[in-house]
Antibody, heavy 120, light 107 residues
């Protein structure tokens, strides 16, 4: 059974750095072809792809956020960590991690999401 | 970036109706397209990948079609649990992009 769960602070101050952890089970990120992605959704708005980390440690980032995002993984803990620097109120959103299917950048299992509010 | 444009933005329909939602890509994405259903407060649920491949467990009343730049999602006979927001997503190239969503409401 595949599950993912996001964790991190619910409130972040402007200019601070956000650190989110995706803890998953039912698959291993050391398995060839496995990838985990982060996607966010501002309240009442559409989905926005942020970044992806692969089994072989390749990483891909949204061009518009590339300078602010960093991905890492801990195979032994079944975790992926996303950091986003210089947070702004426009970054207020529900942040999801999701597993990529084996045949393309589609996402078959998602965490429940974590709402991050950026406010002073 | 590839822009994904859905229409309509919202639609009202009744149980039993047939509904079609369209998605247009700003450039050729072949069949690298997915459809998701999202209910309030929940994560999106993958319905269809590769434009027309139904995910396991998704009812057969959902179907997808299209290639290139024009795609559609059809629900053949709406059920009460289908009222939700639907998103298309291209998987052709980075950055992955989503449509703005289509809200399906009860008439």
């Amino acid at each position: 059974q595949v599950t993912l769960r996001e964790s991190g602070p619910a409130l972040v101050r402007p200019t601070q750095t956000l650190t989110l952890t995706c803890t998953f089970s039912g698959f291993s990120l050391s398995t060839r072809g496995m990838c985990v992605t982060w996607i966010r959704q501002p309240p009442g708005k559409a989905l926005e792809w942020l970044a992806r980390i692969d089994w072989d440690d390749d990483k891909y980032y949204s061009a518009s956020l590339k300078n602010r995002l960093t991905l890492s993984k801990d195979i032994s803990k079944n975790q992926v960590v996303l950091t986003m620097t210089d947070m702004d109120p426009v970054d207020t959103a529900t942040y999801y991690c999701a597993r990529m299917v084996d045949h393309g950048d589609y996402f078959d299992y998602w965490g429940q999401g974590t709402l991050v509010t950026v406010s002073s | 970036d590839i822009q994904m444009t859905q229409s309509p933005s919202s639609v009202s329909a009744s149980v039993g109706d047939r509904v079609t939602i369209t998605c247009r890509a700003s450039q050729d994405i072949s069949r690298w397209l997915a459809w998701y259903q999202q209910k309030p407060g929940k994560a999106p649920n993958l319905l269809i990948s590769d434009a027309s491949s139904l995910q396991s467990g998704v009812p057969s009343r959902f179907s997808g079609s299209g290639s290139g730049t024009d795609f559609s999602l059809t629900i053949s006979s709406l059920q009460p649990e289908d009222f939700a927001t639907y998103y298309c997503q291209q998987a052709k190239s980075f950055p992955i992009t989503f449509g703005q969503g289509t809200r399906l409401e009860i008439k």
